[in-house]
């Protein structure tokens, strides 16, 4: 499912400079995965289930690929599942409850929100930090796990160019006490990079001895 706060745009292919196809997942759309893959950087997409339409005359429903973390690595996943393994066999239900988005996060106060602060682009969920931020005015932020968020001299030259401008409802924080992760989608850092237990998976080709001695490495 896609998060209240957030749309993802479905690829061609999986690959990051595929071309879109157009089609969308609007917030609160649930899909079923057809595939999952992980391209050559290391990065987990997912084939939205499709249906062939026989009618012509009916609208087409969303095709393509998803990116899971569009911003890369630490980044939050733009799609979660609402269910998973553990399930009732009885009447099918979920025995480890998700947390959704709306437990996690909270819009960011405009009187609270300064200078330095890491947040989170509601639409997307990418990391910004603050670098701007006056009583009544739109909120200066740079996105964060880039060379230009890493580099203070590169800020100071250009200034704002390469600042993008946000409401404090386009923003938004994790709740205080809150736990981000839902225990689904717990990662762990392997090889340098945080991976998921689907992704170890993936990535040892469906070995689960070896990806969880990873895991636990």
């Not at 896609?2 to 609007?26: D, E, K, M, W």
């Not at 929100?113 to 509601?122: E, F, H, R, S, T």
């Not at 005015?137 to 946000?166: H, P, Q, R």
């Amino acid at each position: 499912m896609v998060p209240p706060c957030a749309v993802a745009n479905l690829h061609a292919y999986p690959i990051a400079t595929s071309p879109r196809t157009g089609f969308a997942l609007q917030p609160q759309t649930t899909f079923s995965s057809e595939r999952e893959v992980l391209d050559k950087e290391g990065n987990l997409w997912i084939k939205v289930a499709f249906e062939e339409i026989k009618d012509q005359s009916m609208i087409p429903p969303p095709q393509g690929w998803v990116r899971v973390r569009p911003g890369g690595d630490g980044c939050t996943p733009i799609v979660k599942r609402i269910t998973n393994c553990l399930r009732c066999f009885g009447c099918g239900s979920n025995l480890v409850p998700v947390i959704s988005a709306q437990d996690k996060y909270v819009i960011a106060n405009q009187d609270e929100v300064k200078k330095g602060d890491i947040v989170l682009v509601a639409a997307t969920l990418q990391k910004v930090q603050v670098r701007s931020c006056e009583e009544g005015k739109m909120i200066g932020c740079y996105f964060v796990n880039s060379d230009f968020s890493e580099s203070e001299d590169a800020k100071e030259e250009f200034g704002s160019e390469f600042l993008t401008w946000y409401r404090a409802c386009d923003l938004v924080t994790p709740k205080q006490g809150s736990q981000i992760s839902d225990g689904l989608d717990e990662c762990a850092l392997v090889s340098g990079r945080l991976r998921s237990r689907r992704e170890l998976i993936l990535t040892y080709k469906g070995d689960e001895r070896l990806a969880r001695n990873a895991w636990n490495e």
